[in-house]
């Protein structure tokens, strides 16, 4: 018997996008089960992240930093929808790409990610994370730069901070790993703070779902809570005793829902 066409289709393509100083490595665990699974995933590494061979000082702007996810967004085929995954920081990166190409993308989703709404600048919710006390991010490393440097201000987590607040659940090997590979990197505010709000017809079009880690010392879940409710999205999920590194602590978990997603946003 022929497709009827009444049979709703599952979003089979799955870009993962990392959170700030992280890489494609960290999603690991997660994109072997989705590959396992049947889906199609796509993991890029951002400019100056992972394996990308750019250092910082070479990335000037939030655009450019995001760059290697939207030429993989725009080479796609003109009949073609994916589902972003926006982990941590890695959600300005997919809102960014949302508003850029929305009718490329099925559904946008936000692992305990930043959500930008579309009245404030982009870096709304993050500043807002900031009103914390600096002690809190413990032995973690910024720095700024003068205008003539030409330079985006830099963050570097250290190990303590790395073991404390984002990895606290997860296996102890994946905390090695994180202390090897993560890189600096740059939160971009200055720019993010210059640029206007994501619009409503394009960004605010695409379907979105976040996904609430119960246990996120980094983003904690009060803040994820009030980003919702400071911009409602299509669907909420939860994942309990999960840290803020989803992606290794509770990868089944993560896949399941992220499954579910794919299922009903084509």
Same mark, same amino acid.
């Given at each position: 018997?022929?497709?009827?066409?009444?049979?709703?289709?599952?979003? =089979?393509?799955?870009?993962?996008?990392?959170?700030?100083?992280?890489?494609?490595?960290?999603?690991?665990?997660?994109?072997?089960?989705?590959?396992?699974?049947?889906?199609?995933?796509?993991?890029? +590494?951002?400019?100056?992240?992972?394996? +990308?061979?750019?250092?910082?000082?070479?990335?000037?702007?939030?655009? +450019?930093?995001?760059?290697?996810?939207?030429?993989?967004?725009?080479?796609? %085929?003109?009949?073609?929808?994916?589902?972003?995954?926006?982990?941590?920081?890695?959600?300005?990166?997919? $809102?960014?790409? $949302?508003?850029?190409?929305?009718?490329?993308?099925? $559904?946008?989703?936000?692992?305990?990610?930043?959500?930008?709404?579309?009245?404030?600048?982009?870096?709304?919710?993050?500043? &807002?994370?900031?009103?914390?006390?600096?002690?809190?991010?413990?032995?973690?490393?910024?720095?700024?730069?003068?205008?003539?440097?030409?330079? %985006?201000?830099?963050?570097?987590?250290? %190990?303590?901070?790395?073991?404390?607040?984002?990895?606290?659940?997860?296996?102890?090997?994946?905390?090695?790993?994180?202390?090897?590979?993560?890189?600096?990197?740059?939160?971009?505010? +200055?720019?993010?703070?210059?640029? !206007?709000?994501?619009?409503?017809?394009?960004?605010?079009?695409?379907?979105?779902?976040?996904?609430?880690?119960?246990?996120?010392?980094?983003? !904690?879940?009060?803040?994820?809570?009030?980003?919702?409710? =400071?911009?409602?999205? &299509?669907?909420?999920?939860?994942?309990?005793?999960?840290?803020?590194?989803?992606?290794?602590? &509770?990868?089944?978990?993560?896949?399941?829902?992220?499954?579910?997603? $794919?299922? &009903?946003?084509?």
């Amino acid at each position: 018997m022929g497709d009827d066409g009444s049979k709703k289709k599952t979003c =089979n393509h799955i870009i993962l996008v990392h959170g700030a100083s992280h890489g494609a490595w960290c999603w690991y665990k997660l994109s072997t089960l989705l590959t396992s699974a049947g889906y199609r995933v796509t993991v890029p +590494d951002l400019a100056a992240a992972g394996i +990308d061979e750019r250092r910082l000082e070479d990335v000037l702007t939030f655009a +450019d930093y995001s760059k290697p996810l939207l030429e993989i967004v725009v080479s796609l %085929p003109a009949d073609e929808r994916v589902m972003l995954v926006g982990h941590s920081f890695g959600g300005m990166s997919i $809102a960014l790409a $949302a508003e850029m190409f929305p009718e490329k993308v099925a $559904a946008a989703v936000f692992l305990t990610a930043f959500l930008p709404d579309c009245t404030a600048p982009p870096s709304f919710v993050i500043d &807002k994370l900031f009103e914390v006390p600096i002690s809190v991010w413990m032995d973690t490393q910024f720095k700024t730069y003068t205008a003539e440097e030409k330079r %985006p201000a830099s963050v570097l987590f250290g %190990p303590q901070f790395l073991e404390s607040r984002l990895y606290q659940l997860s296996p102890p090997e994946d905390i090695t790993l994180a202390k090897t590979l993560i890189r600096i990197t740059s939160l971009f505010l +200055d720019d993010l703070r210059s640029r !206007p709000p994501f619009t409503a017809d394009r960004y605010g079009s695409v379907d979105k779902v976040f996904i609430v880690c119960e246990q996120d010392f980094t983003i !904690p879940e009060q803040h994820q809570r009030w980003m919702i409710e =400071n911009y409602p999205v &299509k669907e909420v999920k939860s994942i309990e005793a999960v840290d803020h590194m989803a992606m290794v602590s &509770k990868p089944k978990e993560l896949c399941q829902c992220l499954m579910e997603i $794919a299922s &009903k946003y084509s």
